[in-house]
Structure formats: C-alpha cells, structure tokens
C-alpha cells in the first residue's frame, strides 16, 4: 500500500509541472536563496527563469516560472544592439539586464549569477566552387568568410563574403553562394506570363522577352526560360494563374530545377476578379522571386493594389507608360542578377 501511494505521489507531481526555484526583487543570490521557495509551474510555463537587473551599485534578482518561448526573447532582445549602440545584458554599464533560461528540473536553484545566455548561429557550410573558414564555428562573434575556388565564379552578393554571428544567434548577412558573371549567367528557371487584351499586346509581349534573354545565355548550366498566355476575356483570372504556377508549372515532372531560383515575369492590361495576394505570398515563401509589369493607364485603383501586392519588393514592381515603353527591361536584368543564389534557410 505505501508503495501504491508513493506511487501515486510520484506521478501527481510530475503531471503537475515543471518545479522552479523562485524569489522576488532580492538584493542578491544569498538573499534569494534564503527568501526564496521552490513552486510548482503552470502546464504552459515550461522554462524557469532567472533575471539579474543592475541599477548603479545594487542589484536585483528575480527566479520565476516563464512560458520558454517568452523567457528566450526577452534574453536574445537583451543582446540585440539599441539605435543608440546600447546593449541591455551587459558587464561594464551601471544599468543592465540580464535574463537566464533553462527548462530542467529546479534547473534554476544553484545561486549562480547570471551574465546572459549563449546563442549559437547555425553552421556555415561550404558552398558550391567555393569553401568557407569560420573563426569559433558557428558560436557568437564568430566570423565566417567565404571564397569561389573554380575559375570564373565570384561570391555574390559581393558583401556577404565575410559573415558575423550575432550574439542574438543569428547571421549579420545572408549566406552567399558562388556564382558566373550575370549578364551572361542567369542559373534561374524563368517563366513569362501576360495577359494580354489584344493580341497586338501579345506579340509586342513576346518580343520584349526575346530582347530579355538575349541578355543572357540559355542552357542547363544558366537560364531556362518558358512563356505563358492566359485569359483575354473580361474574367481575368491572375490568381489562379500563380496557383498553376506553384502547383503544377514549377515542378521536377515538368523540368524545375531544385538547384536554380524559379522566377516569374508576369504582365497583365487588366485588374483579377480573383485573390492574387494568397498565391503570390505561397509563391515568395517557397523562394520564387515575382516580377510585375504595370500599365501606367489604368483607372483601376484595385489593379495596381493587386500589382503592388503580388511582388511583395516594390523594386520588382515596373510601370510601364506606354505600350512602346521598353525602359524596364533593362532595369529588370539589373534585378535578376542582383542576386544568383537560390535561397538559403543557413540565414
């Protein structure tokens, strides 16, 4: 029986929560020690925290039961750099805060002062032609640079050669990647969409993308290129056009290259009677950059909010003043080479 009833004791109090080590405003870990008491948390409150504040000379401990997601933003927030080149977790300032978390066990009950935590960047690794030399890993203040070693490839962008980890564990620039000179070398899958309300407007369409790729070289190791035409009726439907696009258009079955940035050039005289803002933003999240061309003789407000909307950057947004207007084209291959790296989640 006194083992059933151990038992059950056991079990109530791990169901019951997380147990944290807590004080209230003490004026140093001895005294938080002795003031202070163990609590069992709430079911959400997941992480025991520990907060050391310093004004002037005297400090200020705080032990307390904190949802984790919340107790690690206000200890990175205290490690990111204030416009006035402030930092909050700091050591020789006479104003400071510092926030610890840890998610074990009364976790927080030795009367260790806390200096901040250590957040990690994620791991630098090597890129395509080229390699990476980091000097601490991927540890705080850790600083990675990057160099193409194949003959004819340049890091771009030029200013990510050379990457920090921040102390808030996250990179100072994007990951670069190793990349040809661009205009010739485009490595995208580019696909040209109009909607044109005449077909005058579609064969003006067609030669403006011959003038485009002509910038750049075609073939598997640069631009692969493909050209759409949809709905010249009152129904416009552009919305379901990016859906085509994301669902089927850019797929292995249909020759998407996972390696190479997918990219769309879309065109439209006249304004969607569907959402092109849902679709748009499916498309950016998986990395598919959008380019919009506009016309500048519009009266419909809602066409320019939808053109706005689809690109997301308001540099891929182009107006076009008149149907002669060809000053965007070279504009559009400054932008397409901006950046040749396929997108990265090692940020």
Known sequence: MKAFLLGIILFTSVAAGLRCFTCDNARSMFMCAFQGRIRTCHNNQDSCETVVRRVGKRLVIIKRCKQKQACVENAKRQFAVSEFGFVECNTDQSNAV????????????????????????QERNAIENGAVTCSANNRPRSVCKFECRNPGFFIRPVRSSETTCRATGEWDRPKPCCARACPPYLPNDIVFVRQASTSEAWDEFKRRVVTIMGEFNVGSESALPGIISYDNS??????????????????????????????????????????????????????????????????????????????????????????????????????????????????
């Open 98 to 121: 510092c926030t610890c978390c840890c998610q074990t066990e009364l976790c927080n009950l030795q009367p260790h002062a806390c200096t901040g935590m250590i957040f990690p960047c």
């Open 234 to 347: 009152s129904n416009v439907r552009t919305g379901n056009v990016l859906k085509y696009l994301l669902e089927d258009y850019f797929t292995t079955a249909n020759g998407d290259r996972n390696s190479v940035r997918n990219v769309i050039v879309l065109q439209a005289d006249n304004a969607s009677s569907d959402d092109v803002s849902a679709p748009a933003d499916r498309l950016r999240k998986a990395g598919h950059k959008i380019f919009v061309i506009a016309t500048a003789n519009s009266s419909n407000p809602e066409y320019y909010n939808q053109a706005s909307a689809m690109v997301g950057d308001q540099k891929q947004l182009y107006i076009q003043q008149n149907p002669s207007d060809a000053t965007y084209i070279q504009d559009l291959v400054r932008e397409l080479c901006d950046d040749p790296c396929q997108p990265d989640s090692n940020l």
